[in-house]
Structures are given as structure tokens and as C-alpha cells.
């Protein structure tokens, strides 16, 4: 081991591993390895990303594992019954966060028309496609207020989000397949 | 060295490159790349290397220990079995028996070319 290095290894290469890491468990998570090999293996890419980093630099240690998903795919451990609460759960919040976001741009756009309409103007609408979600904008010469309610257009792509990917009905496939087997 | 080492044979050979590196002592994965690139491999990447070693495990090849680092999170520590050592013998035949063959033949053709 490289000693001189190893004390050098800073924060942002530190925070690169673990984020490796965690890139690493969400494509297991994927492939559907269960929980406790998909530790060992990464509290194994961890250390060895480490080593490397130490001798060589974080950027090619990274560049010497190459892409985490076609690294996750190689590992044959599989159990096809689990449900993946985990990437489900962080698949449903970057879906409310997209949606959040959408919704957003869309009352900007929305915003900008009334202002464009010019002189004192107040409009109110609901935003479609973004079922359940309503503007409101006040723009006169001196003031523009606008509020928005979201309604359940992000809660909704979270939830087809976190089905799609966790499939959670796997619980009583796995439940009745238990019972059957007693 | 393996610059002109077709992947697809590189990836064949890796096993028995496996055993033979870990023959001599017990390594982790970082360090078991490292001494292929010495041995002249150098175009064998981590990313083909560490699932090797998963799947020789997975085959009682190979059996492992975590030992703690002062630098980061314990290393896994690989070491070969004693039906790593059979399998590594086997391996180790077939190959010369391969090679042979395949120069035999190398040689054969030649002559008859040079006929």
C-alpha cells in the first residue's frame, strides 16, 4: 500500500467511492441480487476502488472498473421473488422531483404569457395534462404574484414509478409460494 | 505485451491465470490485478477480473476472509482450495495438451505451404 497516497486521498475521492457505491447497490438492486451479497459486493468494490485510488487516482480507478451496470449484470446470484424497495423508493422520488420540476416550467411558460398579454392581468388555470394542478397569476405595473397548487400529478408518477420498478406484488407471489410449499 | 491477445481468449485464459496468481498467497482483488499487469496483462481491466473471482468462489475454487485496511473498508482476501489446486492442475494439462495441438497443426500448415 502506498502510505504518502493513502493520507491524500481527499474528501472528493472519498465521496466518489461511495457514490460508486451507491451507483453500484442501485444496478444490483436492478438485477435482483438480494441484500446481503449486494453489501458484501460493494463493501468489496469500495475497498478495492480505494486501493486503486491510492496507487493511480480516483479517475482511473473508476476508469479501470468501467461501467457499474455491465459490472452488476456479470453476477449470477439472483432472487427473482424480492421486491426492491430501494431503487423503488429512489426511482419514485426522481419522479416526483421531474414532476415537480415539469410542473414548474410549465407555470413559467404559463406566467409568461399573461405577462406578455400586458398591462394589469390575472389569470387562473388549471394546467393540463398535469391533472389536478391550478395556477394563479397577478401581474400589474408594479407587482406579478403567482401561486401554484400541484395537485397529484407528482405524487402520481412517484407511485407508477415505484411500482414499475420495485414490483411490489411480488410479496404475495412469494407469500402464497411460501404457504403452498407448507 | 497482451496487446495483440484477443479479449475473448484473454477472458478464456482467466481462470487458470486466477489460480496461478493465487497459488503462491493469498490477495484481494486490486492487488490480483495488479500482479497480472506485472505478469504482462496489462489490458485485463477490474471490471473483468472481480467477477471472475466471484464466480471462482461460487465453484469452491476459491475461498475468501475479510481483513481490516488502515486505508479504507476490509479487503476481501481470496485464496485458492484444495479443489482450486485440482481444478488449476487439470486447467494446466489441457493447456499444454492445447497448445501443443495448436502448434502442431501451426507447423503442419506451414510445411505444407512451404511445399
Given at each position: 500500500?502506498?502510505?504518502?497516497?493513502?493520507?491524500?486521498?481527499?474528501?472528493?475521492?472519498?465521496?466518489?467511492?461511495?457514490?460508486?457505491?451507491?451507483?453500484?447497490?442501485?444496478?444490483?438492486?436492478?438485477?435482483?441480487?438480494?441484500?446481503?451479497?449486494?453489501?458484501?459486493?460493494?463493501?468489496?468494490?469500495?475497498?478495492?476502488?480505494?486501493?486503486?485510488?491510492?496507487?493511480?487516482?480516483?479517475?482511473?480507478?473508476?476508469?479501470?472498473?468501467?461501467?457499474?451496470?455491465?459490472?452488476?449484470?456479470?453476477?449470477?446470484?439472483?432472487?427473482?421473488?424480492?421486491?426492491?424497495?430501494?431503487?423503488?423508493?429512489?426511482?419514485?422520488?426522481?419522479?416526483?422531483?421531474?414532476?415537480?420540476?415539469?410542473?414548474?416550467?410549465?407555470?413559467?411558460?404559463?406566467?409568461?404569457?399573461?405577462?406578455?398579454?400586458?398591462?394589469?392581468?390575472?389569470?387562473?388555470?388549471?394546467?393540463?395534462?398535469?391533472?389536478?394542478?391550478?395556477?394563479?397569476?397577478?401581474?400589474?405595473?408594479?407587482?406579478?404574484?403567482?401561486?401554484?397548487?400541484?395537485?397529484?400529478?407528482?405524487?402520481?408518477?412517484?407511485?407508477?414509478?415505484?411500482?414499475?420498478?420495485?414490483?411490489?406484488?411480488?410479496?404475495?407471489?412469494?407469500q402464497s409460494s411460501d404457504r403452498s410449499m407448507h | 505485451m497482451d496487446e495483440v491477445l484477443d479479449p475473448q481468449l484473454l477472458k478464456g485464459i482467466l481462470p487458470i491465470l486466477l489460480l496461478t496468481v493465487l497459488r503462491e498467497s493469498e490477495e484481494y482483488g486490486y492487488a490480483i490485478v495488479k500482479k497480472l499487469h506485472d505478469l504482462g496483462f496489462t489490458s485485463l481491466k477490474e471490471g473483468t477480473v472481480y467477477p471472475a473471482l466471484t464466480r471462482l468462489e461460487a465453484k469452491r475454487f476459491l475461498s475468501s476472509r475479510l481483513a481490516k485496511s488502515t486505508s479504507g473498508p476490509a479487503r476481501k482476501y481470496y485464496s485458492l482450495t484444495d479443489v482450486g489446486l485440482g481444478e488449476l492442475q487439470k486447467a494446466s494439462e489441457s493447456w499444454a495438451m492445447l497448445t501443443a495441438k495448436v502448434d502442431h497443426a501451426l507447423r503442419a500448415t506451414a510445411g505444407e505451404e512451404s511445399a
Open positions: 500500500m502506498n502510505k504518502a497516497r493513502a493520507e491524500q486521498l481527499g474528501h472528493q475521492e472519498r465521496w466518489r467511492i461511495w457514490w460508486a457505491g451507491c451507483r453500484y447497490d442501485f444496478w444490483l438492486d436492478l438485477r435482483d441480487v438480494p441484500g446481503k451479497e449486494r453489501r458484501a459486493l460493494r463493501h468489496e468494490l469500495k475497498a478495492n476502488l480505494t486501493a486503486a485510488a491510492e496507487d493511480d487516482g480516483i479517475g482511473q480507478a473508476l476508469s479501470g472498473v468501467g461501467s457499474l451496470r455491465d459490472l452488476a449484470g456479470e453476477y449470477e446470484v439472483r432472487d427473482a421473488s424480492r421486491v426492491r424497495w430501494g431503487s423503488g423508493l429512489a426511482c419514485a422520488v426522481l419522479a416526483a422531483a421531474c414532476g415537480i420540476a415539469i410542473v414548474l416550467i410549465a407555470a413559467f411558460f404559463y406566467g409568461q404569457g399573461v405577462v406578455a398579454s400586458g398591462g394589469d392581468a390575472s389569470a387562473a388555470s388549471t394546467l393540463w395534462p398535469f391533472w389536478g394542478t391550478e395556477i394563479e397569476v397577478n401581474t400589474s405595473s408594479e407587482s406579478f404574484t403567482s401561486s401554484i397548487q400541484f395537485g397529484p400529478f407528482p405524487l402520481l408518477l412517484a407511485v407508477v414509478a415505484f411500482l414499475g420498478v420495485a414490483r411490489p406484488w411480488r410479496l404475495l407471489k412469494r | -
